[in-house]
Structure formats: structure tokens, C-alpha cells
């Protein structure tokens, strides 16, 4: 009987691992998909002078006259650019081990990001004014606020050699700094379900279904994150197996979603 129980038990813990790494790939991939995405329309533009282009996705890319407006958007594109290619390195137990001092060097770099990223995201949101109205900024600046106490624990447990915590305060920053892909992923899954958008204005862009793409997004995520690490530490098998089949639904619907924004939202504007 015990031995039923201990094998069930190590089954569900790979059970989990296998789940976290389908996730994590998926994540990864989608992720660099959003990076070429970034470099192609904002880099390139950009690049060629031809600022009017980042106006394609963004309400308020590109505003003439607006000197530092503009420069704080071109700095927020090319930190979201670093971050995206840069973070999912961080997590790859591989890199970290075989390269230990790229680990340190990007670490540093992609925590003062997330610290940058977030201050210009907050200027963009309530100096320049951005799409989404008053809910869209509430919800992106608890985005903003949670990555920069994610940032700020990380690097603290990181410099006080405490190397549990800081993986585990380092997992639920690169959640909350994939916040904004989430969402945008999650929006297209939600355009494609229902062929239509439902629950929000389209000219708007505000409604009950966006304020629940922005929790699902921006909060749930680093949330879901304590629940696994419970999970993970449980002594009964049971809460390993629902976390997995839950990582692994939710897994499926991030394909979904990342294959819609691929197609409809990034690959229509390079
Ligand atoms: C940390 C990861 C982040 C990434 C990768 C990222 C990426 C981007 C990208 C690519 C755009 C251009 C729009 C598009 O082409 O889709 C954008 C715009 C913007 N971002 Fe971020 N961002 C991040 C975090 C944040 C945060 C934390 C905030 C706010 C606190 C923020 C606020 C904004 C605003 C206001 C805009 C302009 C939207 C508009 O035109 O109304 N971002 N971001």
C-alpha cells in the first residue's frame, strides 16, 4: 500500500515537471514570436526613420511634437524586446548551470529592465494617455507595481545568497513581466472562441471581458504561481495531479491563443 502511494507520488511529481515544460516551451516559443514581432514592426521602423509606423498597433506610438513621450515609447519597445528574448534564458536550469556568469550578467540586466520597462509603462499609461481608458490603466499599473516587487525581491534574495526564495520570487517575475503577452494572447483566444468581441467595445476597448483578460493576465498568474509551489511541496500526490492537468488545459489554450495573435494581430503588421 505504501509503496502504491510513494510511486503515485513520484509518478504525479514528473507528471508536474513534464506539464511545467510543455507549458514553459510553449511560453518560450510564443514569446520569441512576440519578440520578432516587436523587432520587425518597431525595430525596423524605427531604424528607417519611418516613426509613423509604430503608430499601426498603438493608439499613441508615435506623437509629433511629443519629444519625450516618443523616446520614452521607443525605450519602452526596446527594453520589451530585451525582456522578451532575455527572461525565458534566465528560467532554463541548463544556462544557468553550464553558464553561470551569463545567468548573473543577464539577471542584472533583466531585473533593471523590468524596474525601466515598468516606470516608462507607467509614464506611457497616465502622462500620454492609453488605450483601455481608466480600467486599462488601473490594471496595467498593478501589472507595473507587481513586476517591480518582483524585481526588487528577487534582487534581494539573489544578493543574500538565499537561492530558494530568489528561484521562487524569479519565476513569479518573469509571470507578471509576461503579463502583456499574456493578455494579448488571451484576447485573441477569446476573439477566436466567440468570432466576435464579446463583452467589450471595440472602439472603446473597455467592458467586463477585458477587465477579465486583465485579472486573468496581469494578477492570476503570479497567484497560480503559489499554488504550485504548494504543489510541489505537498506531501500527498493529489494536488500535483490537478495543478499538472490544470497546467496542461491552460497549456492548450496559450497555443490556441499564441497561433490567433501570431496570425491576426503580429504577423499582418511586419
Ligand atoms: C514587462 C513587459 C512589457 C512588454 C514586453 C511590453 C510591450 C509593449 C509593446 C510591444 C507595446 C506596443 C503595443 C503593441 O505593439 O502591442 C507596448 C505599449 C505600451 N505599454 Fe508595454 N510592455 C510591458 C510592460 C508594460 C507595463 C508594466 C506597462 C504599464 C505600467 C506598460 C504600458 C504600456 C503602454 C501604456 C503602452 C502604449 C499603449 C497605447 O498605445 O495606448 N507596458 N508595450
Request: one cysteine or more; hydrophobic letters at 55%; glycine letters at 8%.
Amino acid at each position: 500500500m505504501e509503496s502504491t502511494i510513494l510511486i503515485s507520488k513520484t509518478e504525479n511529481s514528473k507528471f508536474l515537471k513534464i506539464s511545467v515544460n510543455i507549458w514553459f516551451t510553449v511560453v518560450v516559443f510564443g514569446q520569441f514570436l512576440f519578440a520578432l514581432y516587436i523587432l520587425g514592426l518597431y525595430g525596423v521602423s524605427g531604424i528607417a526613420g519611418d516613426f509613423e509606423r509604430w503608430n499601426e498597433a498603438s493608439a499613441h506610438g508615435y506623437v509629433e511634437k511629443d519629444i519625450l513621450g516618443n523616446i520614452v515609447f521607443g525605450i519602452h519597445i526596446a527594453l520589451a524586446a530585451i525582456i522578451t528574448i532575455g527572461g525565458p534564458l534566465q528560467l532554463i536550469k541548463k544556462v544557468r548551470s553550464r553558464f553561470p556568469k551569463f545567468h548573473r550578467i543577464n539577471g542584472r540586466i533583466y531585473i533593471g529592465t523590468a524596474f525601466l520597462i515598468s516606470i516608462a509603462g507607467l509614464y506611457l499609461t497616465w502622462i500620454r494617455d492609453a488605450v483601455g481608458g481608466l480600467p486599462g490603466g488601473i490594471f496595467i499599473t498593478i501589472n507595473g507595481v507587481l513586476i517591480i516587487v518582483c524585481a526588487f525581491y528577487t534582487a534581494k534574495f539573489a544578493i543574500e545568497r538565499n537561492l530558494k526564495v530568489h528561484r521562487k520570487w524569479a519565476i513569479c517575475l518573469f509571470l507578471a513581466m509576461s503579463g502583456v503577452w499574456f493578455f494579448r494572447v488571451f484576447l485573441m483566444l477569446w476573439l477566436t472562441i466567440h468570432q466576435a468581441p464579446v463583452g467589450f467595445d471595440m472602439n472603446t476597448f473597455q467592458g467586463p471581458a477585458l477587465n477579465m483578460l486583465y485579472t486573468f493576465s496581469y494578477i492570476l498568474p503570479v497567484i497560480l504561481a503559489t499554488f504550485y509551489f504548494k504543489a510541489k511541496q505537498s506531501q500527498s500526490g493529489k494536488p500535483r495531479l490537478i495543478i499538472s492537468i490544470f497546467i496542461l488545459i491552460l497549456t492548450c489554450c496559450i497555443a490556441v491563443g499564441t497561433f490567433s495573435a501570431t496570425m491576426g494581430m503580429w504577423l499582418p503588421r511586419l
